[in-house]
Structures are given as structure tokens and as C-alpha cells.
């Protein structure tokens, strides 16, 4: 069964700073992993979505990368502002219909100015 | 701006009161799902359509019953409400045609039962 975990749970850095969130999956069969953005009581908003053939996507300050091999993804934010506070959730998608994404926890991003 | 909307966004209801959630797109997606999310937990499918006419129980145990008898339209209900649903409730939708294609999400139903 497809587990998803994304390390830290939380981080705090200040204005300005690159920052890495890191997700890691169980089985390498994925079809794709896609990065959203979730603010507190909202729903969430697609940040980049990476097919299982591709390395990585970039999205302006945005770039996420796929090693399906072991299982991991990385995004990597450029510059952070506190704009960019918000929770960060990865989805693995392991069939055509999306009828298997499996979410991990997120990873809550506190930026101060 | 949202393309896809969800009614109420807050919803505080007494136990054994039936409800339906509303969710809307005007995409005209045809892969529509239901997620339920519990606060710092991840999301759980619930239920989800290709089209109009289907409807399938996702990977999660759900007592509500959703309908799909237009491509815009996939509300969620529940008979008799009870504590335990008590959750936020997320419908999103996708494009059949481009499987990579991400999914829309709506702003959530917030759901207290007392």
C-alpha cells in the first residue's frame, strides 16, 4: 500500500531564505506526484505536477523534482516571502484516474518578515 | 478565483439531521471526487465520479451518498448526521481526457456536528 510522508511537519525561516520541503513515497510505481498549497480553512491549489517520465517542473520561485527510483520528492521554494506561509501537501497519483492519490500530512511553512 | 464551488463554506448541524453538500464546477470536468480531511491529517477519498450517471465509493469508509446527474454537479449527503462527521469535506474535479492534468479544488465544507 502507497505511503506518503513529507518531513519537517513544520518550519519557520525567515524572509528571504531558499527552503526545501521534502516527500518520500513507498512504491516507485507512481503515474505522477503533483505539489499543492493548502491556506488555513481554504481548499487546496495545484502548485506543479510532475509526470512520472519527467525529472522536474519549475514554476517560477517554484521547483519540484522526482526521483522515482528512491522514492522521493523534493520543492524547492526561491526567495521565500510571508506570502509563502501556507501548508504544503504531496500527492502521489498511482493510476490514470486520480482515483489513487494518496496525500501525505504536509509540511506547514511559517515565513517572517 | 475559484471554478469550482462549494456550499455552505461552514455548517454547524444537531445529530440525525440529514444534509447535502453542495459542489459545483464550471469546467466541465468529468472526473469529480470527494475528500475528507480531518485537521493535520492527510486527505481521504471518499467518493468519486467519471461522468454523469457514476458514482463509486472511494478508499475511505463513508456513510454519505453522493449523485452525479450533471457533469456540473456532485453533491454530498448524509442521512443522519452524527459526531463522528465532523470534518472538513473537500470536493475537487480533473479532466478525464489529460490524465496529468492537476486537479481543481474547492474551499471546503467545514462540517461541526453537536
Known amino acids: 500500500k502507497q505511503e506518503v510522508t513529507q518531513i519537517p511537519a513544520a518550519l519557520s525561516v525567515p524572509e528571504g531564505e531558499n527552503l526545501v520541503l521534502n516527500c518520500s513515497f513507498t512504491?516507485?510505481?507512481?503515474?505522477?506526484l503533483q505539489w499543492f498549497r493548502q491556506d488555513p480553512g481554504k481548499g487546496l491549489t495545484s502548485l506543479l505536477l510532475i509526470q512520472s517520465s519527467q525529472r522536474e517542473q519549475t514554476s517560477g520561485r517554484l521547483n519540484a523534482s522526482l526521483d522515482k527510483s528512491s522514492g522521493r520528492s523534493t520543492l524547492y521554494i526561491a526567495a521565500s516571502q510571508p506570502g509563502d506561509s501556507a501548508t504544503y501537501l504531496c500527492?502521489?497519483?498511482?493510476?490514470?484516474?486520480?482515483?489513487?492519490?494518496?496525500f501525505g500530512k504536509g509540511t506547514t511553512l511559517s515565513v517572517s518578515s | 478565483e475559484a471554478d469550482i464551488y462549494q456550499t455552505p463554506r461552514y455548517l454547524v448541524i444537531g445529530t440525525g439531521k440529514k444534509i447535502t453538500l453542495e459542489c459545483s464546477q464550471t469546467?466541465?470536468?468529468?472526473?469529480m471526487y470527494w475528500y475528507q480531511q480531518d485537521p493535520g491529517m492527510e486527505l481521504h477519498l471518499i467518493h468519486y465520479?467519471?461522468?454523469?450517471?457514476?458514482?463509486e465509493k472511494g478508499d475511505l469508509s463513508s456513510e454519505s451518498t453522493v449523485s452525479r446527474i450533471r457533469t456540473e454537479h456532485f453533491p454530498l449527503t448524509l442521512e443522519s448526521a452524527r459526531p463522528s462527521h465532523t470534518s472538513q469535506y473537500l470536493c475537487?474535479?480533473?479532466?478525464?481526457?489529460?490524465?496529468?492534468?492537476?486537479?481543481?479544488f474547492g474551499n471546503g465544507t467545514r462540517l461541526t456536528v453537536t
Open positions: 512504491d516507485s510505481a507512481i503515474y505522477n
Open positions: 500527492a502521489v497519483g498511482s493510476n490514470q484516474a486520480g482515483t489513487a492519490l494518496i
Open positions: 465520479s467519471y461522468g454523469v450517471n457514476s458514482t
Open positions: 475537487a474535479s480533473g479532466q478525464w481526457a489529460d490524465f496529468n492534468s492537476p486537479l481543481h
Open positions: 469546467m466541465g470536468h468529468d472526473k
